[in-house]
């Protein structure tokens, strides 16, 4: 009696996104969105088997797109972390919520996309929106690292090609950034 499960899609997933195929974040994302429906399998003995994505659905696939070279990719990475977090919070049985790993995939997307403009300011927003959940929820998969911050400070590096205004705001965020990781909070 065989039925597939969340491993098995997980599993899907991650052959795509180890594949050299130029499409692999979109079909990675394909699956998780056919994951996201919760579908459900007939038992042999009565019930239905009800699948859903778990963390390592939408991390792998985040890691797709945040290692694709596709012009939008950082920002599909970004909008699939943005869901995760308006599910987390608006679900009220909710157990999936981003951890460090997902927040640090699409920081680094971020920071490295040659797309995105004024990315030093969306990366700290990113690191915001990661501060308030880890506060809301108390968890320690939500806390942020070293890594997390470094790589906000990344973005305010890379956004040295930018324009004169993002040079300016990657400056205010890389010395507010600086400041916090002094001040050791997290």
């Known amino acids: ?59 792998t696939v985040i890691n797709a797109w945040a290692k694709s070279t596709l012009p939008e990719s950082a920002i599909r990475a970004e909008d699939l972390l943005l869901r995760m977090i308006k599910s987390f919070k608006s679900e009220t049985f909710a157990t999936i919520t981003p951890d460090a790993i997902t927040f640090s995939s699409v920081l680094n997307a971020l920071a490295k996309s040659k797309t995105v403009r004024f990315k030093a300011e969306k990366c700290s927003s990113i690191l ?31 956004s040295a090609r930018g324009t004169e205004e993002e040079k300016r705001q990657a400056l205010t965020v890389a010395v507010e950034t600086y400041n916090q990781m002094r001040q050791g909070k997290y």
């Open 1 to 59: 009696d065989v039925r597939p499960d969340t491993i098995s899609f997980n599993t899907c997933i991650k052959a795509f996104c180890n594949s050299d195929r130029a499409d692999a974040p979109f079909k990675a994302e394909e699956i998780l969105s056919k994951l996201e429906t919760n579908p459900q399998y007939p038992k042999r003995n009565g019930g239905a088997l009800i699948v859903r994505p778990n963390r390592l659905s939408y991390n």
């Open 128 to 158: 915001r929106a990661m501060i308030e959940l880890h506060e809301d929820d108390g968890s320690y998969d939500t806390k942020p690292n070293i890594i997390c911050y470094n790589t906000v400070l990344n973005a305010c590096a890379f």
